[in-house]
């Protein structure tokens, strides 16, 4: 995911991360929390999803339109179009002219942002409570109101292309995980840059941005969320009165392929401006949406296992048993509407060899596949899963995060609220099956970061 | 309604919003435990969690020459065992506990922060007591962090933001102990042994202009007899250790240009100046001038003319940072290597307008009003909170200081803009690094 201005710390990387943990009221939509906070989600007659996170901790309110599109929707040769347009949304309506979005949120003392990723694009603001009106008065206009001029367009495409620069041509690793991405997925879908071809962007303009935002940008087709300090009665009073008005259009539904790209791969980058090595493997793996979904709770667990923390088994054998290593992980996320990955990293040691650590990964990959997991570590694990929901409530950006990622990505409120309890309900049995499925080398891209030779 | 009424009404609203009283509903209390640790408390029942954030002067001012690092490899060791637990054990109980523990160091303080849950909160605060009084500094976690933090230094080495500011930081500070890094260098890294971890530890780990910041689901009775528990054993500690006065590079006519070559298809530019100390009463009126030139985000001079209207860059800011002895000014930008002059010179131009002309009357009201409301926006955890408590404590600051803060904000004129300006963005003053190839730039060093 990439964002207008900054990177939003870790939203995504942590896709494990907890869900609040609500009881569910049966026969209601509202859920309480058996602290003082609650969820309840409803509907607009023009489809538009709202989902609303009261806290009262401070006069504040964060309020975040998601919509059902990203990078994975852009039509062939138009890589990029989605971000570049999530840039253009400041770019000016017949009421809040080019770049007065922002200034104007900032003059109330409020922050905005947007970011977009292969599956969603979400734009943001924080605000004091008595200014959320205002703010969902400009994001209702501009979800149906943008007006683009080769004036504003042009110079933005530029920005575009350094943001690129920044965040990728400048970074081998980001160079060599975008290759592996393509081998994963293939040219299509999830295997092309969410930033864009370089060359393919050049060809963005006006004509291109705005077929998108038609195609893309509508009510039935976003998720409003509102956290902090509101009530449900208010924000379906104003998402009635701003958001009401917009008119549904048809959307076509989204398609992700369930084929991957050329599997098995070995990924070599060289490059001179390296001097830590780091090797990776990534393995095709389902999401909550695709593939064998049934696997994707179980999935969770067995990362955590093998690579979610110091006391995991990868740390354990490769940093603090033999030495290898100063860094071994594995990481999952099943909140994808196609296939997601199942990953593992490791970092050698200073003098310290990449075949070495290949292989002491590969031996505890297999251990794990054949001897499962131990219901100490079962539990552990479980454990540290779910005491992360309570951690994620006491953060304001947390919540909406996790029903925004889950909303755009074919679950629904009612999952991410039963997420601990899945989490707790995966058995031994289940994670055995689970990495068997998906641990299986002949589907797996592997990368090796090293220095230039001399 | 016509485009331009309603755009006229869309710019009024923004205009006559007023700042919300918002800082004020946070109530800090300054407190002393029954054993005497001094901390600031803010209740806080939204969640069933307590936040911890905490520090003693020191940090990197205390690395012996030739072995910078040392501080930040003790803040990575701490956690890594204690009293009877190894390593692991000691991480299985924090996991058990649910308890989140983490050490630091920075250029001028050591410290910690520790979250927890309600609940679990005599458990936690015991892994605490147990880190800060009985560390086990174990030779083998000390190698292990001591090559997990090699390792990091070897990735950053050839990273073009971090080559740019460890230039900078030299060219700026020379050999003044704000220079360094404070994770140090490979080789100062593996020059510090066991017995240095001890060593600091004993001088570090002490009630010394201890800083205690309370966040969350307590009160006084309740967290007092647990702050004794966590700190009341460390010893009182001999001297506050202080950073020797740092002088800025001498004037240069035209500022300085330093170039590191690298092939990189976009070059990073760093530039800064002399800034001021926190406690300098021009800090406000520097503050604003910083929000209007480049703190501002997307509302900033710098971004509008270097992103909105050319498409220079993704990103061009500005920041003010501090230390004891000194402060800094700096702006960033990252441009392609065939226009990152034009970025440079755009910026230059910039300081040389806020010099002359200061800032109008809507940009300094603007400024205010962002600068006062933003605050509360950041207060969005008990450990955002607890961020806060702690960093106005580092800065002497007063508990009443955030209702303070908004008078010294709204008292700032347009005329103390400019004369901070002038002050501030002296053309003779300016380093510049540029790390990449860039083209049309002459190194003057």
Redesign the interface.
Known sequence: MISRRTALGGLLAAGALAAPRFASAQGSTTLPHPGRFGVETFSLANGLRVVVLPSARAPVVLHMVWYEVGGADEPAGQSGIAHFLEHLMFKGTQKTPPGEFSKIVARSGGRDNAFTSHDYTGYHQTVAADRLEMVMEMEADRMTNLVLTDKEVIPERDVVLEERRSRIENSPAALLDEAAREAMFGRRGYGIPVSGWPDEIRKLGVAEAIAFYRRFYAPNNAILIVAGDTSVEAVRRLAEKHYGPIARREVAPRVRSDQPGELPRLLVRRDQRVRQPQWGRDFLAPSYRMGETRHAYALQVAAQIIGGSQISRLYRSLVVEKKIAVGAYAGYSAGALGLSSFGFSATPAPQGDIATVEAAMTEEIDRFLQGGAREDEIVRAKRRLVAATVYARDSLATGPRLFGLAMTTGRTAADVIAWPDRIMAVTAAEIEAAVRAVLVPTRAVTTHLLPAET | MS?FA??LA??L???V?L??P?AQ??DIKPLVSPGGIRYWLVE??????I?ITFSMAGGALLDPVGKEGTASLLSRVLDQGAGPHD??TF??LQ??A?A?LGFWAGAERFGGSL?M?RDQRAQSIELLRLALAEPRLDAEAI??QR??T???L??N????GSIASRTLYRATFGEHPYGRQVDGT?TSVGAVTPEDLKALAARQLTRNRLIVAVVGDTNAQDIGPLLDQAFGALPPGDSVPEAPVWSPPPPRSGGRLLTVQ?????S?ALMSLPGMKRDDPDWYAATVMNYVLGG????SRLM?EV?????????ASSRLSYYAQGGVFTASV???NERVAESIAIIRAQFDLMARDGVTERELA?AK??L???L??T?????AIAGLLHQMQADNLAPDHLTRRRELIERVSADDVRRVARRLLRDDALTIVVVGQPVGLTATE
Not at chain 2, 307 to 315: H, T
């Open positions: 485009g309603s755009r869309w710019l609203a923004a205009i919003a700042a919300s918002m509903a946070i806080d029942t939204t969640v069933p969690i936040s390593a692991s991480k299985t996991d058990d649910a989140r979250r849950l190698e292990r090559r997990a090699i390792s990091g070897r990735r080495e050839e990273s073009p490979a690298r092939p990189m298809p976009q990073i501002g985000g997307f509302n509008n992103r909105d209207r050319r498409g220079l860059a993704y990103g990252a441009t392609m603007e009003q962002y006062v409301g933003s509360a926006l207060l969005d955890s008990t450990a």
